[in-house]
């Protein structure tokens, strides 16, 4: 009941549908934000989404690569459809030739966080870049955690299991038209350390786009797989050094990060337990922490803009 004490409501007009709903906003504690991790294809984007339709929420994409525009098969861009009209900030908004680093990151970051947060909305940062979020989170003058509290969830699939996933995943954007999307950026002087030429499957296709004008069909075909392994090799090690970086923030820096282990939700892929896997063993275990996580009542300086907070939220709330 202490929690009750210390809030007040006011309403939330969520213009897209016209819903109204009652929101608690905590007095006297640090702004809230949930940090969603993981390796890349592990499901981050589609756990994103369920928790911002259950807490009202903004989401920041943090993947390099994602926030230029364009290559939306190459860079696996999450669609307009799959979004659900949950707002997405950073999302294919910087210039593709742009020399983007982690310190504008942080800068479009933190305003995009702060417009959220002081409109009653839950922040949702999520990408592969943890070098990124490293970044907003500690930076030097610690100016983050002084303003935010966090909740890091980290969605973790058995490499084994993530390497096999990925390889289909590359075949599927080669059948989606990552070639093609490929060949319309093409430039033989490009620079492929700056922009969005950085993204996996661009320098992998050079060789390929620089001989299918002179080779004939079986010799250009030979490039071509040769380029889809060399990515699909790139995806798992991308893979394996984004678990690494993880791993040391949770083990070395102590972030309180926690695991959500969707190895089995992949194992079961296109089955029918598929779908009741995830909503048992990722969807409802991390729903549950950012429940508790919203509920607490942390000490702090700054203003009492905090998470919106649904009617079912509140009364799980006031039951605790």
């Known amino acids: 009941m202490s929690i009750c004490q210390q809030t007040h409501h006011h309403v939330l007009d969520i213009s897209a549908g016209g819903l109204k709903m009652d929101i608690v906003t905590p007095r006297w504690q640090k702004a809230k934000a949930v940090i969603l991790m ?34 939306e098969v190459t860079t696996n861009k999450i669609t307009e459809e ?28 933190s305003l995009a ?36 509290e966090c909740c890091f969830l980290w969605v973790d699939v058995s490499m084994t299991v993530l390497n096999e996933f990925l390889h289909k995943r590359v075949d599927e954007m080669v ?3 990552m070639v093609d999307e ?22 992998e296709l050079d060789k390929y786009l620089r001989a299918e004008v002179f080779l004939n069909g079986e010799n250009c075909d030979r490039l071509l797989l040769e380029a889809i392994r060399e990515i699909k090799y790139n995806n798992c090690k991308l893979a394996r050094r984004q678990l690494e970086k993880i791993r040391r923030l949770k083990n070395v820096k102590g972030w ?6 969707a190895t089995q939700v992949f194992l079961n892929r296109g089955n029918r337990k598929e779908e009741e896997l ?8 991390s729903s549950a922490i950012v429940r508790e996580f919203l509920c607490s009542v942390t000490a702090g300086k700054a203003p009492a803009a905090t998470a919106g907070m649904t009617k079912d939220y509140v009364a799980q709330c006031l039951v605790s």
């Open 182 to 203: 490929v060949r319309k950026i093409f430039d033989p002087y490009a620079d492929y350390s700056r922009g969005i030429r950085r993204s996996i499957g661009v320098p």
């Open 82 to 109: 799959e979004r659900s009209g949950i707002p997405h900030h950073l999302l294919g908004e910087v210039n593709p030739n742009a020399d983007f680093i982690a310190k504008d990151f942080c800068n479009m970051a």
């Open 38 to 71: 993981g390796a890349t294809g592990t499901g981050k984007s589609r756990l994103s989404i369920e928790l911002a339709t259950q807490f009202p929420s903004e989401i920041i994409n943090s993947d390099k690569m994602q926030i230029y525009k364009g290559l």
């Open 175 to 177: 059948g989606n038209g």
């Open 113 to 148: 966080i702060e417009s959220i947060s002081t409109r009653g909305l839950l922040p949702i940062i999520v990408g592969g870049s943890n070098s990124y979020i490293e970044a907003l989170v500690d930076d030097a003058d610690f100016r983050f955690r002084s303003k935010y």
């Open 256 to 261: 309180n990060i926690h695991r959500i282990d």
């Open 278 to 285: 995830w909503k048992k063993q990722v969807a409802r275990p």
